[in-house]
């Protein structure tokens, strides 16, 4: 299993400890800006409704998704490709972009990740936090 979600942290701690990469909801107000968005500061690790990737599983993701989630803002503002080892952000319309990708493309797994990508679209968009 590539996603995993946890009901509490205890759960995950048990389960795989710290190493994951998390994929979470921004849930900044409205109107905040982008550096805001993507400053270390505003991101709060280990939330019960995120989902979780093993750092095992970190080349299986990137095989799998790398083509599709894409285009994130990177920490300095850059884009690009997936990073896995650091702060990647998805705006609205980027998850809007992504479920598309995801029905096209098929990649194992994908039904779990674009039931969770519908309820991003209520928020700025999602975070992919690398290891």
Known sequence: MLFHSFHSQAERRE???????????????EGTSLRDIVSIDAIKHWK???LYILG???DLLYQNYGDIITGGIYNNGDCGPMDLFGINFYSRDQVTE??????????PEYQIL???LQ?????????????
């Open 15 to 29: 389960f795989g400890g710290s190493d994951f990469i998390e994929i979470q909801y921004c849930r900044l107000p």
């Open 114 to 116: 674009c039931r969770w």
């Open 56 to 58: 095992d599983d970190m």
């Open 98 to 107: 992504i479920i598309e990708r995801l029905a096209e493309g098929k990649p």
């Open 119 to 131: 309820a991003a679209e209520q928020y700025l968009g999602f975070y992919l936090l690398g290891k």
């Open 48 to 50: 019960d409704d995120s």
